[in-house]
Structure formats: C-alpha cells, structure tokens
C-alpha cells in the first residue's frame, strides 16, 4: 500500500543536541511537507519541497533544516537552536501540479525534551 | 495572508445528534478548502474537500459546501456516532506554496 512513513512515533532530546526526523513516501509525489503541531492549535509549516534538491522555508524554519536528495524522503533536523522543539511534527506529500489534490500525511512524531 | 477561523471546541454530543462545525476563511482568489480528521495519536486524514465554489464536498454522512459569498466552509453530519470522535481541522491551499493553512481544529466527543 502507498503511503507517509515517519520514524520514529516517539523521540527524545536532551539540550544541545540536533535530532533528526525521519519520512519516507511511495506515493511518487512531487512535494512534500513537514508541519508542526502544538496542542489545541492547527498545523502550521516548517519547511517544503517541491523537487528533489529544491526546498524553501515555511512560516516557522528557525531552529530546523532539512534536505531532499532523494525524492521518497524528505529528513527534518530539530537542531539544539530551536528552544522550544516539543511538539507533534507531521510530514505531508502530495502531487505539485494541481492544487486541487490533498495533501497525505503520515502518523507523526512526537518530540519531548529529556 | 490567508487565514482560517474554526469554531472553538471541544463540541460534546449525544449519539445521533447533528453536528455542525463552523468554518470561515480569508484568502486571495478562490482556493480549495479541505477538512480534515485527526483520531488521538495519529496523522490527518482527508475527510472531504471542495474546489469551486458551490461544490459540496461529502464523505462519511459529512458534508461540507463552499460559500464564496459567505466564505464559509462549515462541516455538516446528520446523525453522529461515538466514532466520529475526534479532531477536526478545516483547511486551505496556498495557491503559491501549495501548503495548507489549518484552523485551529475542533475537538468533537460523542457520547453514547
């Protein structure tokens, strides 16, 4: 079955330390997405893609970087810059062609500080 | 920028009530609108979605249709179950970015 696999479900930080964040897609979809989810509020983005090796900020991008050598992934890095990581962090894909397509979403990970 | 406003929740029913969740949303143009269910501990997942206006978007007993007049997107169900528990998000398409710009989410809890 096609889909968003993030990796892993559950992760933990200690101060100083860059995690990394995984998704992988098999939907053959041109862009993807990362979104960070904070509790009682909506999604608001971090970083897309729209080709491989090609990506451009969202509206929250400090503290994060991200790459896009390979068009099934797409790593989001929390680096120890960002002082408030925890939260719940969702990766989305879908065609860049049509805007009319929805986005696909994986089941998230969620990040807490040791 | 664009921008969506959702009713604030959490919205409590009992079994077989109707349900509606209002949705409001400020854009350039006409974009196309979503909603979207999250279930506890998991991604979203597209409930429905509209692309014009006056399209009605249906999925599940949701219903959802969009008032370019109104610029309105409100979620619709006649009947509720305890399965449709869950969090609701209404969305739109950033035309440019093709991202989504999200409500705030309403949390919906059916009762039995």
């Known amino acids: 079955d096609g889909g968003i696999t993030q990796s892993p479900k559950y992760l933990f930080r200690k101060e100083g330390q860059n995690v990394t964040l995984s998704c992988e897609q098999n939907?053959?979809?041109?862009?993807m997405y990362w979104y960070r989810q904070d509790p009682g509020q909506g999604l608001r983005l971090i970083y897309y893609s729209q080709i491989v090796n090609d990506f451009q900020k969202g509206d929250i991008a400090e503290g994060y970087s991200v790459s896009r050598e390979k068009k099934e992934s797409f790593p989001l890095t929390v680096t120890s810059a960002q002082k408030n990581p925890t939260a719940f962090y969702l990766c989305?894909?879908?065609?860049?062609?049509?805007?009319?397509?929805?986005?696909?979403f994986g089941d998230g990970t969620r990040l807490s500080i040791l | 920028g664009d921008s969506v406003t959702q009713m604030e929740g959490p919205v409590t029913l009992s079994e077989e009530a109707c349900l509606t969740i209002?949705?409001?949303?400020?854009?350039?143009?006409?974009?196309?609108l979503f909603w979207y269910v999250q279930y506890p501990g998991e991604g979203l997942q597209l409930l429905l979605k509209a692309t014009k206006a006056d399209d009605k978007g249906s999925n599940k007993g949701f219903e959802a249709t969009y008032r370019k007049e109104t610029t309105s997107f409100h979620l619709e169900k006649g009947s509720v179950q305890v399965s449709d528990s869950a969090v609701y998000f209404c969305?739109?398409?950033?035309?440019?970015?093709?991202?989504?710009?999200f409500g705030s989410g309403t949390r919906l809890q059916v009762q039995p």
């Open positions: 969305a739109l398409v950033d035309t440019g970015r093709r991202a989504l710009t």
């Open positions: 209002n949705c409001t949303y400020t854009a350039t143009g006409y974009p196309s």
């Open positions: 939907l053959n979809h041109d862009a």
């Open positions: 989305a894909s879908s065609t860049w062609g049509d805007s009319n397509q929805p986005q696909h």
